[in-house]
């Protein structure tokens, strides 16, 4: 019989309440919270303001406050959280 490697999933699907999340559907920024090891917990699509269709990635506040801060210096890059 063949051994079964399994994946862990970096996904940490939860219930969650809207006060303890951000919406990310700028794809740069949610690229560099998952290269510093914040995942996000939910992800689905949804419709912007022009119409167009867009992925949202759903992110604990708690987990983002320092790759936050750092991107809105402009400071925050692959693995420096």
Do not use: C, H
């Not at 919406?23 to 119409?51: H, V």
Request: charged share 25%.
């Amino acid at each position: 019989m063949k051994d079964i490697d399994y994946v862990q999933s970096n996904l940490k699907p939860r219930p969650y309440v809207s006060s303890e999340v951000v919406r990310l559907i700028n794809m740069k920024q949610a690229k560099l919270y998952i290269s510093n090891k914040i995942y996000p917990i939910d992800i689905y699509t949804s419709i912007d303001k022009k119409g167009e269709s867009v992925l949202v990635m759903v992110f604990l506040k708690e987990e983002t406050q320092e790759a936050y801060k750092l991107w809105l210096n402009y400071a925050l890059e692959e693995n420096t959280v």
